[in-house]
């Protein structure tokens, strides 16, 4: 397993785990990022990425992208 950041663009992978407590990891599942979920990374940028997610585009900070592991 690794954490979603060091995923490169194009990339398609299978969320393993959602890291965190409380208020974040519910957030952080309420966009669709739960185990079993596939995710593509479509950019990166200073550490922040742009996902594609259940057919949606998520913008994400470095630190929640930490907690998502792949």
Same mark, same amino acid.
């Given at each position: 397993?690794?954490?979603?950041?060091? =995923?490169?663009?194009?990339? !398609?992978?299978?969320?393993?785990?959602?890291?965190?407590? @409380?208020? %974040?990891?519910?957030? /952080?599942?309420?966009?669709?990022?739960?185990?079993? =979920?596939?995710?593509?990374? !479509?950019?990166?940028?200073?550490?922040?990425?742009?996902? @594609?997610? %259940?057919?949606?585009? /998520?913008?994400?900070?470095?630190?929640?992208?930490?907690?998502?592991?792949?």
């Amino acid at each position: 397993m690794m954490p979603l950041v060091m =995923a490169n663009a194009g990339e !398609i992978h299978t969320i393993k785990n959602v890291g965190g407590e @409380g208020k %974040k990891r519910r957030f /952080i599942e309420g966009l669709g990022f739960v185990p079993g =979920a596939e995710v593509v990374v !479509i950019s990166k940028n200073s550490g922040n990425l742009i996902v @594609g997610i %259940k057919g949606s585009r /998520i913008a994400i900070d470095h630190q929640a992208a930490l907690k998502i592991m792949i």
